[in-house]
């Protein structure tokens, strides 16, 4: 299934109507959706590579805006929609107990969640049922997507398709990785 999915969105990248379409799949994916925007974004750069940041701000628009949608989703129907969604990601057992701590690292787990491959339907709607300060959430959403769909761009526009493997294999793990290493050194500020 996640192969066709694959394909489907690799003919999407050469659509005449490609950014639309990758507008749609950013703003769902923000919510719903499997698929990160990334596997259209990446050869749609490839084929035109002096479009690589607009791309990219169609992008984190259509991502920050579907964030918002997501967290729409975990405000005024966590029950109903947010609780099936986030049962389907194997994150329903956690959400409870992750509720009564996630405020106090919300920032943290936007902007870790925007960066990486970690789902970041399951931050959004977190963030509204939790009842994240919007403004929080709307700020560190445009910075961590911004980010990513801006880092994965200009490598694109600067090295173009050798660079293609790198993003698609190691990207997320050097983000997690960057990540630990940041939060380590916060860690050994506070306590050392």
Same mark, same amino acid.
């Given at each position: =299934?996640?192969? $066709?999915?694959?394909?489907? #969105? =690799? &003919? ?7 950014? *639309? ?8 994916? %923000? ?9 259209? =974004?990446?050869?749609?750069?490839? %084929?035109?590579?002096? &479009?690589? !940041? ?8 259509? +991502?920050?805006?579907? /964030? ?8 005024? %129907? !966590? ?18 107990? @992750? $509720?009564?701590?996630? $405020?106090?690292?919300?920032? *943290?787990?936007?902007?870790?969640? /925007? =960066? #990486?491959? !970690? ?9 509204? *049922? ?6 929080? @959430?709307?700020? #560190? +959403?445009?910075? %961590?997507?911004?980010?990513? @769909? ?8 600067? !090295?173009?398709?050798?660079? &293609? ?20 050194? @916060? ?6």
């Amino acid at each position: =299934m996640l192969r $066709n999915l694959y394909g489907w #969105t =690799m &003919r999407l990248a050469e659509h005449p109507q490609a950014l *639309w379409w990758l507008a749609i799949i950013a703003f769902i994916e %923000a919510s719903v959706f499997p698929i990160p925007p990334d596997i259209i =974004m990446i050869p749609m750069i490839l %084929a035109r590579p002096s &479009r690589a !940041f607009l791309i990219a701000t169609v992008a984190l628009a259509a +991502s920050v805006i579907g /964030g918002l949608a997501g967290y729409a989703i975990g405000a005024l %129907a !966590f029950e109903t929609i947010g609780q099936p969604i986030l049962a389907s990601l194997g994150k329903a057992d956690a959400a409870a107990e @992750f $509720n009564t701590r996630f $405020n106090d690292f919300g920032f *943290w787990a936007v902007l870790i969640a /925007g =960066m #990486t491959p !970690f789902p970041y339907k399951v931050i959004t709607i977190m963030s509204g *049922w939790t009842g994240m300060p919007l403004a929080t @959430f709307i700020i #560190t +959403s445009i910075a %961590a997507r911004g980010l990513r @769909f801006f880092i994965v761009a200009g490598l694109l526009w600067k !090295f173009g398709a050798p660079i &293609r493997d790198f993003i698609e294999k190691r990207l997320g793990l050097m983000f997690i990785l960057f990540i630990v290493l940041l939060l380590g050194s @916060f860690y050994l500020v506070k306590y050392i």
